[in-house]
């Protein structure tokens, strides 16, 4: 079974800081790219970041030059850097791992979803 846990949601005031953490632990063969989507009320949920094996990165548009996101693959956990957060950054941010249970069979998993508040 393959869980990932999610960490460092709050709250914070507008120019704040935050950093988010998800560790994937369970029967893994390998991951391959992990990252983060958010979800705000009455909006769709939308790329924030993603970040494969070999460092590559991807950002969504509004949070390029704000977020850097980063992994540490020894210890199967992703890191979300949140830098000058805008109240339009509120929303629950949730984890995902796109991930090799066996060298053949490959899943996505999903965390449970942190909440990030931005106040202004």
């Known amino acids: 079974q393959v869980e990932l846990v999610e960490s460092g949601g709050g709250l914070v005031q507008a120019g704040g800081s935050l950093t988010l953490s998800c560790a994937v632990s369970?029967?893994?063969?390998?991951?391959?790219?992990m990252g983060w989507y958010r979800q705000a009320p009455g909006k769709q949920r939308e790329l924030v970041a993603g970040?494969?094996?070999?460092?590559?990165?991807n950002y969504g548009d509004s949070v390029k030059g704000r977020f850097t996101i980063s992994r540490d693959n020894a210890k199967n956990t992703v890191y979300l850097q949140m830098n000058s957060l805008k109240p339009e950054d509120t929303a629950v941010y949730y984890c995902?791992?796109?991930?090799?249970?066996?060298?053949?069979?490959?899943?996505?998993?999903w965390g449970q979803g942190t909440q990030v508040t931005v106040s202004s």
């Open positions: 970040i494969i094996s070999s460092g590559g990165t």
């Open positions: 995902y791992a796109d991930a090799y249970v066996t060298r053949w069979e490959r899943n996505s998993y």
């Open positions: 369970g029967s893994i063969f390998s991951i391959n790219a």
